[in-house]
């Protein structure tokens, strides 16, 4: 099944010509993660991305547009992971949206994490609590 349906797509692209101006679908995709620096220092925010694939789907440049640093180094990681439908030789422009809500934790937790495919992730954790000297923060054995 999981073969079938990036075979299906191909052949309904091969179909629909240039009279269907769809945008280039993933068939392969990671999650990221929320950069544990940035949710320790509590920067969160939105990284705007262009990517450039090559006819058989594989991310070959991106141009990052906005956000911190220490986000776009995680956008960047995780679209290199990414693989499109081959034959759609595109751009598509996405967006990731790395927010913290509460409560504030002492620990790493797993991040959110949400497709609305194919122009938007948003990454959810939780702010760390500020360190006070002489305070441990690592969870008790």
Not at 50 to 74: F, K, N, P, Q, W
Request: with cysteine; charged share 25%.
């Amino acid at each position: 099944m999981r073969a079938l349906i990036p075979r299906l797509m191909i052949l309904l692209g091969a179909l629909c010509g240039a009279q269907c101006q769809t945008l280039p679908q993933p068939v392969h995709l990671v999650s990221p993660r929320y950069p544990e620096l940035a949710r320790q220092a509590q920067i969160q925010g939105t990284v705007n991305v262009r990517l450039h694939l090559d006819s058989v789907g594989t991310v070959v440049a991106m141009e990052i547009t906005g956000g911190h640093s220490l986000l776009e180094e995680e956008v960047k990681r995780n679209l290199r992971k990414w693989k499109f439908v081959p034959g759609t030789k595109d751009d598509l422009e996405m967006s990731y949206e790395f927010r913290l809500e509460p409560p504030q934790v002492s620990y790493t937790p797993e991040a959110d994490v949400s497709f609305d495919l194919p122009s938007k992730v948003v990454i959810v954790s939780h702010p760390m609590v500020p360190i006070r000297d002489n305070v441990d923060i690592h969870k008790k054995k």
